[in-house]
C-alpha cells in the first residue's frame, strides 16, 4: 500500500516534524481516563507524543449526571487537554477524529483525511450508547456520555416544569412532569435520585400553578434488581433508598417502544404473566446500554481483530493486538481481561479505575518494547464499586485484604464524596466541586440551571394556563 505524504502545512507534517531523531512516535486516540494515564505515563520519556482528540478536553464522566441535573457546571469536571499536557514538552496534542487506521502504513486517518504516522498506537476512544438497534430511539432518549448530552438532558428536565406551569390540562401537565430514567446501573440510579430531589427539594416555592413535588420519577430496569453488579444486599438497599426518595422502580420491564409521546414497556417481562403498558412521559433518559466505540469495529478490519457483541476489540494478555504488537486498546474500547498469578482470567469492568490502569499498563509495554524487553500481562486492580442515591443516600462494596466491605447510607455517601473529589482532575476543579456541594447540602439550590436554546415552552395543545388570581 502506498504511504501518503502529508502536505507540509498539514498537522501530519507538523506532528512528523516534531519528532526528534531516534526518539520513538507514540500515538494516543483518545483523552479520557485510560488515553490520559497512558500520556501521563509517558512524561519525560524518551518518546514523542501526539494526543488526538475529537473534544478539546478530559471529561470526569462519573459526574456527568451532575450537569445534567444542574447541580454543577461543565468546567467543574472538565479541564483543557492542553492544559493537562503544557508541562509534557514531548507532547503534541491534536483536536481531531481519528476516521481510519491503515496497520500496514502504521497512519491513522482524520476526519478531514489528514494521516499521522505512528510507530506504537495507543486506542482509547471509549464507548458511546447501545440502543440495542433502535436508534430512532435516541432522539426521544438521549444517552449520557458527553457535555453535549448532558445540556440537552438538563434542558429537557427544566422546560418540562416550565411547560408545565403553563399547562391547565391535568394530564398533559402530568405528562410533562412524569421522568423516565431508563436502566437501573449507576448512572440511572444517581440520575433518578437527583430527579427526585430536584422536584421535591431544589424547586420548592418557584412556580405558582404547579407543585413540583407532585413530579413523577420513574426508573426502568430490564433485570430483577438494580446495580446488577452490586452484591444482593446493597443492591436491595439501593432500591429501598430510591424508593425513600419517592422514585418508582419497574424492575423486570422491558422497553419496547419510545417515541414523542413516551414509551412502551412490557411488565414482567419473560414470564407468562407478561404485559404491555404505555407510559406517557415527555422526559426520558436512556442509561440502559453502552457499546465501544465505532472506531473499535474499524481497527479490527483493519488488523483482522476480533470484537466482542459490544464492539470491544479483544487484545493479548499485554493489551496489544494479535500480530500488530504496535497497537494497543485500553478502557472501554477493549475487551481485556484481568491476568493474576494464582488466578483465572477475569474480565475488566468498564469503570474509570480499570481504564486509568490499563493506559498505564499500555505506556509501560510501549516503552519495553523500544527497549527491546518483554512486556507484560495486564493485571487489574479492583477498587471496588459505588454508587449514590440522593442526600445521605449511597451504597459502597470496598475490597480490603480482609474481604469485601459493604456498606451504605450516610457512611457510604461521605465515602462516595471523598473519593470523587480525590479522583478529579486539578485543585482548582476539586475546590469549585466541594463548595458547590457544600453550598447545594445547606441550601438544597442547584446554580448551574442555566439552558442554551432556549424557546419558550408551549404547552402540548398549544394551550397557556389561565393567569394565577391576584386576590
Not at 488515553?35 to 471529561?59: S, Y
Not at 449526571?65 to 444542574?70: D, G, I, K, R, S
Not at 391547565?168 to 410533562?176: G, K, P
Not at 475490597?399 to 459493604?406: A, K, Q, S
Request: hydrophobic share 45%; charged share 20%.
Amino acid at each position: 500500500m502506498q504511504t501518503l505524504t502529508p502536505p507540509s502545512n498539514s498537522p501530519a507534517a507538523a506532528a512528523t516534524a516534531d519528532a526528534r531523531p531516534g526518539r520513538a512516535r507514540v500515538l494516543i486516540v483518545g483523552c479520557g481516563f485510560g488515553g490520559l494515564e497512558a500520556t501521563r505515563a509517558l512524561a519525560g520519556e524518551n518518546v514523542d507524543v501526539t494526543v488526538i482528540e475529537k473534544t478539546n478536553h478530559h471529561l470526569f464522566q462519573p459526574l456527568l449526571y451532575q450537569v445534567a441535573t444542574a447541580g454543577l457546571a461543565a468546567p467543574s469536571i472538565a479541564a483543557p487537554a492542553r492544559t493537562l499536557f503544557r508541562r509534557q514538552s514531548n507532547v503534541t496534542t491534536l483536536l481531531g477524529e481519528v476516521t481510519a487506521i491503515d496497520a500496514a502504513a502504521r497512519q491513522v486517518q482524520l476526519a478531514d483525511g489528514e494521516r499521522l504516522p505512528y510507530e506504537h498506537l495507543i486506542v482509547a476512544a471509549g464507548a458511546t450508547h447501545s440502543y440495542f438497534g433502535n436508534d430512532d430511539w435516541a432522539t426521544h432518549a438521549p444517552g449520557l456520555k458527553t457535555l453535549a448530552d448532558a445540556f440537552e438532558i438538563r434542558r429537557r428536565v427544566l422546560l418540562a416544569f416550565e411547560a408545565a406551569e403553563r399547562e391547565h390540562d391535568a394530564a398533559r401537565r402530568q405528562a410533562l412532569l412524569r421522568f423516565v430514567v431508563i436502566g437501573a446501573g449507576p448512572t440511572g440510579v444517581e440520575m433518578a435520585g437527583t430527579l427526585a430531589e430536584i422536584a421535591r427539594h431544589t424547586l420548592t416555592g418557584e412556580f405558582r400553578r404547579i407543585r413540583p413535588a407532585d413530579a413523577e420519577v420513574l426508573l426502568v430496569e430490564g433485570g430483577s434488581r438494580v446495580l446488577q453488579a452490586m452484591p444482593e444486599a446493597l443492591s436491595q438497599r439501593a432500591l429501598e433508598q430510591l424508593e425513600a426518595l419517592g422514585v418508582r422502580v419497574r424492575l423486570n420491564t422491558r422497553v419496547t417502544r419510545i417515541d414523542e409521546k413516551g414509551l412502551e414497556v412490557t411488565l414482567d417481562a419473560g414470564t407468562p404473566q407478561a404485559t404491555s403498558q404505555f407510559i406517557d412521559s415527555r422526559c426520558i433518559t436512556w442509561a440502559a446500554g453502552v457499546a465501544a466505540s465505532p472506531l473499535g469495529r474499524l481497527l479490527a478490519q483493519a488488523t483482522g481483530a476480533e470484537c466482542d457483541r459490544a464492539g470491544r476489540v479483544k487484545v493479548e494478555p499485554d493489551l496489544s493486538l494479535a500480530g500488530h504488537s504496535d497497537i494497543s486498546v485500553v478502557g472501554d474500547l477493549a475487551a481485556a481481561v484481568s491476568h493474576v498469578p494464582g488466578q483465572p482470567p477475569q474480565p475488566v469492568p468498564g469503570v474509570s479505575p480499570g481504564a486509568k490502569q490499563m493506559g498505564r499498563c499500555a505506556a509501560g509495554n510501549v516503552l519495553l518494547r523500544i527497549a527491546g524487553l518483554p512486556t507484560r500481562p495486564f493485571r487489574y486492580r479492583d477498587w471496588g464499586n459505588l454508587a449514590t442515591i440522593g442526600r445521605h443516600s449511597a451504597v459502597a462494596d470496598v475490597p480490603t485484604p480482609f474481604g469485601h466491605l459493604r456498606f451504605s447510607g450516610s457512611p457510604a455517601w461521605l465515602f462516595w464524596l471523598f473519593v470523587h473529589i480525590f479522583f478529579l482532575i486539578g485543585f482548582r476543579n476539586r475546590m469549585i466541586v466541594l463548595m458547590d456541594w457544600a453550598s447545594a447540602y445547606w441550601t438544597f439550590r442547584r446554580h448551574a440551571r442555566v439552558v442554551h436554546d432556549v424557546q419558550a415552552p408551549q404547552p402540548a395543545g398549544g394551550h397557556a394556563a389561565p393567569p394565577p388570581s391576584q386576590g
